[in-house]
């Protein structure tokens, strides 16, 4: 059977399983649309969370981002886990107990003003809309490889695969999918982590395989990829070369970024009480952990084997700097050997490219550039030869080309393909849940027509689920070009917006309505300055007023760091501005006090 | 009044678990993996040092005990106070 067809039999199975789920456990009332009835069990919800959560950006991205970089991009692993840790303490249980639909419900009731509402509701969706194109065009990109059809026919079938379970479904129908999803790409993603760490190391374990020995020769794991990299003049991987404040905030961005993301604090509305919101986040890291944990495996042993593939005298020389007595891979073996099939694969993607520069039949790939490669350069020099001459390596080609790279059988690649797909489609399944949601019950139900049916608002949350289906469809067609940067933008925002103006109105009952409406404000405003600054104005490349490099940062923080210095903002102006205005009114200080005992949220279910 | 009093002790005693679990997890990931990742370089393992195992699993793997550790410790506090459901 050829590599196509199986491609197709897996994907067509797995959604398959994915609209029966939908069409058995559709939605009937809002309670059902918006929370699931509030009758998820922690550990269903822990799975559908980490769904939800983990997009094509941890599936495919964060293990070529770790890959190329090595311990520096760790704040990935711990960032994106880390938020878990808010949600359990500051911010899961409390807005069980509040017991609404949406988050911009609890901004708007908490700080008892419209406006701070309407403000929640334009967060959440440049927040979610921005994430959900970058979802759309990764459905694209997957169908179009796999399924050999072009970019756009790939993207309406996601988008009409979508719309078929989300719509019907609502939040009931699309946790038990996002279930389903979340075994789907978990198998995928550790089918070939497996294979690959008993190839290298022996260890059936991927997360003990990567502090375990090299077989071939019988150095630690670690440190001989350290010396592999350094041969070629590439910065040592366990090493820390970048600056440590940017890493400490950029870490710090992502754990309030995540905890501040609409759609995953959602998911916490749909447990049944109070405990089971603290215990389903808990479940949740143990299953995004599954993958995380993995992932470094997946990054550290897919540098080597790409290094060792390109210059194969670099895994078997021991000295440092041996690698250069042995002649690189040659441009006859990429054209022509079975086992090099992925370079040739990847080749017409044009995410991998190589060009022999000097005419010697070899592709030399090294570092060429900056302190570490400079000394390798010279001697590369010495031996008449050109530059790097593997032109592109993609970091996204390295999760999706692993099992091609280590010769794994078909119906594993078809796996992946599969778990790609599920990755993507949860998230943006979730993602427009909550814009639906934001729509129908905070702007059509809170905002334009406070009496309309619960009928009538259902079919509101569906139709404008709808909408932005296509939207983002349209977007993710035509996308404006910047899908790798908003995912920075949607983190910053949702950091330096929805969760400090969640954390105080839970934690303090001082702050009043101007606090959070001008600590939002700033928080945001100051956010998308400084990413417009250095990334141009809406991300229109030449409309940047300062140049993208570390040295002119403002004491080194990072654009995609800045959510951080946001939230700090936030904080601080919604502080200073409760402190010059009057006291919140005493039903909104009760309020306070009730979201913060357990007893009770039980009610909730009958509202 | 005494309602108010037992519920103010209730949430003093939620801010003291959630101090003690927002230190841990600082100390894990900011800490050990990045910022005393120097102080605990003599400590090696698997090829590199401590800092680099906190770094890309041990905050991980930490974070998830904190978690259960909280809500076990929350549940009780729930029920020493009378507040569970």
Known sequence: MDQFTLNLIVIGLSFALYIGIAIYTRAGSTSEFYAANRG???????????????????????AGLIAFTGYDNSTYLMGWTGGYVLLALLLAPYLRKFGKFTVPEFIGDRFYSQTARIIGVICLLIISITYVIGQMTGVGVTFSRYLEVSNSTGLWIGAALVFCYAVLGGMKGITYTQVAQYVVLIIAYTIPAVFIAMQLTGHVLPQTGLFGTHDASGAKFLAKLDQVVTDLGFANYTGHHKSTLDMVLFTLALMIGTAGLPHVIIRFFTVPKVSDARASAGWALVFIALLYTVAPAVGSM?????????????????????????????????????????????????????????????????????????????????????????????????????????????????????????????????????????????????????????????????????????????????????????????????????????????????????????????????????????KGWFFISGTNMLEDTAANWLFGISPASFGTVGALINFIVAYAVSSATEEPPVEVIELVESIRVPRGAGDAVAH | MSDRQSSNAYWQANLRIIWVCLIIWALVSYGFGIILRPLISSISIGGTDLGFWFAQQGSILIFIVLIFWYAARMNRLDREHGVDE
């Open chain 1, 302 to 534: 897919a540098r080597f084997n790409l290094t060792a593939t390109m210059w194969p005298g670099a895994v078997t020389g021991t000295e440092a700097g041996s690698t250069f007595s042995e002649p690189a891979i040659s441009l006859e073996q990429i054209e022509t050997a079975p086992e090099l099939q992925w370079m040739r694969n990847w080749q017409t993607t044009g995410l991998l490219s190589w060009e022999d520069k000097n005419g010697d039949g070899l592709i030399q790939y090294y570092n060429e550039a900056g302190a570490e490669g400079a000394p390798v350069a010279e001697q590369i020099a010495a031996q008449g030869l050109t530059g790097n001459e593997l032109t592109t390596v993609n970091n996204d080609i390295m999760v999706l080309a692993n099992p091609e790279i280590a010769n794994l059988p078909g119906w594993v690649i078809a796996i992946v393909a599969a778990g790609g797909l599920a990755a993507a489609l949860s998230t943006a399944a979730g993602l427009l849940l909550a814009i639906s949601g934001a729509v129908s019950h905070d702007l059509i139900k809170g905002a334009i027509n406070p009496n309309i049916s619960e009928k009538n608002e259902l079919m509101a949350a569906r139709i404008s689920m709808g909408v932005s289906i296509l939207v983002a469809t349209i977007l993710g067609l035509n996308p404006p070009g910047f899908a790798a940067q908003t995912v920075a933008l949607a983190f910053g925002l949702a950091a330096s917006s929805i969760f400090p103006v969640l954390m105080m109105g839970i934690f303090s009952k001082r702050i009043n309505k101007q606090g959070a409406i001008w600590g939002m404000l700033a928080g945001i405003l100051s956010t998308l300055l400084y990413i417009f600054a250095y």
């Open chain 1, 40 to 62: 998820v069990s922690p550990v269903m919800n822990g799975m559908a969370t980490a769904a939800d959560w983990m997009s094509a950006a941890s599936f495919i991205s964060m």
